[in-house]
């Protein structure tokens, strides 16, 4: 087991009362975003007929074309037993299809049906509506994200250590 990195001296300074405080916590910060995001996401993708997590899945597709299931997966960060009923409910509603692989029979490829492609164009108003209602600029909202990715991969890393 590795051990906790040092605390910065800007942490050091903290009071003890106060590093336990609610709003103090990062993890409280993102939970309350992400719970404000997917309450808006809802209701922007309820015209589209998608859930969020539908939504990531047909991004990933508009935007890389034919996926195999192991590579959207690995995309989004989603195990298969969250993302095969996904597919399945994106495929009852005809916006993608899956095929064997040509390459490799073992292998599932999901592609968009033409249905599935002309939904790209009424999608372009999420990520529209998205920045507007957060009341951020593009540059703030690409910092945000910039931050957010090192966050990520700092704490990807820490709990790989353990």
């Known amino acids: 087991m590795t051990t906790a990195p040092s605390a910065s001296p800007d942490l050091a300074a903290v009071p003890d009362a106060e590093l336990l405080r609610l709003d103090h916590q990062v993890c409280f910060s993102l939970h309350a975003a992400s719970r404000a995001f997917g309450g808006y996401y809802r209701r922007a993708l309820k015209d589209l007929g998608l859930t969020y997590s539908q939504y990531l899945v047909m991004l990933v597709l508009w935007e890389q074309g034919p996926q195999p299931v192991k590579a959207i997966g690995e995309r989004l960060h989603l195990d298969s037993g969250t993302l095969s009923p996904l597919l399945?409910?994106?495929?009852?509603?005809?916006?993608?299809?899956?095929?064997?692989?040509?390459?490799?029979?073992?292998?599932?490829?999901?592609?968009?049906?033409?249905?599935?492609?002309?939904?790209?164009?009424?999608?372009?108003?999420?990520?529209?509506?998205?920045?507007?209602?957060?009341?951020?600029?593009?540059?703030?909202?690409?910092?945000?994200?910039?931050?957010?990715?090192?966050?990520?991969?700092?704490?990807?890393?820490?709990?790989?250590?353990?």
């Open 88 to 162: 399945k409910r994106l495929e009852s509603a005809g916006l993608v299809r899956r095929e064997r692989s040509r390459e490799d029979e073992r292998s599932v490829v999901i592609e968009l049906t033409d249905e599935g492609a002309g939904l790209r164009e009424r999608a372009l108003s999420v990520p529209r509506g998205v920045l507007a209602a957060t009341g951020l600029s593009l540059e703030e909202v690409l910092g945000l994200q910039e931050v957010l990715g090192r966050l990520t991969g700092a704490l990807g890393e820490a709990v790989d250590a353990d």
